[in-house]
Every structure is written in structure tokens, then in C-alpha cells.
Nanobody, 115 residues
Framework: QVQLVESGGGLVQPGGSLRLSCVAS????????MAWYRQVPGQQRELVAG???????SYADSVKGRFTISRGNTRNTVILQMNSLKPEDTAVYYC?????????WGQGTQVTVSS
């Protein structure tokens, strides 16, 4: 059973930074496509940043130049570095991995950008 656990969310002022981590049990992230999504209450979950199985990255237009997805120091960790945060980045952020046609999700971590 694959489990994804996110951490690193919190309250930050506009212009600040946060670093989200996703740790997976039972898998090695550099083998599977994985991504970060976010969701605001009443809205659809949207893709923020992702890795393909080949290691290429993609970003939502709204976060390009501000967010960076990367591998952590261990092979089962993926990081989302978020800089120059804006109030509209406020959401619950979820880690996702696609394994054998099954989509796995973490429990989410709240990010709130407010003065």
C-alpha cells in the first residue's frame, strides 16, 4: 500500500516562502510520475507542478518562476519550494503519484498566505 504524507504548510505573509515535502512509503519517486496539486473550497483541484517518469517538469502558468519542484535528499521525497507567495496561492496542497494506472493522494497540507 502506497502512502503519501505531506508537510510544511502554514501561514505566511504575502511575498514570503514555504517549502512543502512529500514522503512516500513503498515507492521510489524517481520511478513514477508525481505532482503537486492544490484545491480551494468549492473549486476543482488544480495541477501546480509535476514530474514525468522521465524527470521532466511542468508548472501551472500561475506559479511559473515562483515555485520549484525537486527531488529530496532521499529517493522517496519530493519538494515544492514556493517563493513570492500571493494570497491567491492559499489552498490545501496535495501530493499525487501515478503508479500502475492508480492515482495516489496524500492527506493534504494547508497553505495560507495572508497579512
Amino acid at each position: 500500500q502506497v502512502q503519501l504524507v505531506e508537510s510544511g504548510g502554514g501561514l505566511v505573509q504575502p511575498g514570503g516562502s514555504l517549502r512543502l515535502s512529500c514522503v512516500a512509503s513503498s515507492i521510489v519517486f524517481n520511478t513514477y510520475p508525481m505532482a503537486w496539486y492544490r484545491q480551494v473550497p468549492g473549486q476543482q483541484r488544480e495541477l501546480v507542478a509535476g514530474f514525468t517518469s522521465r524527470g521532466t517538469t511542468s508548472y501551472a502558468d500561475s506559479v511559473k518562476g515562483r515555485f520549484t519542484i525537486s527531488r529530496g535528499n532521499t529517493r522517496n521525497t519530493v519538494i515544492l519550494q514556493m517563493n513570492s507567495l500571493k494570497p491567491e496561492d492559499t489552498a490545501v496542497y496535495y501530493c499525487n503519484a501515478q503508479i500502475g494506472g492508480v492515482s495516489y493522494w496524500g492527506q493534504g497540507t494547508q497553505v495560507t498566505v495572508s497579512s
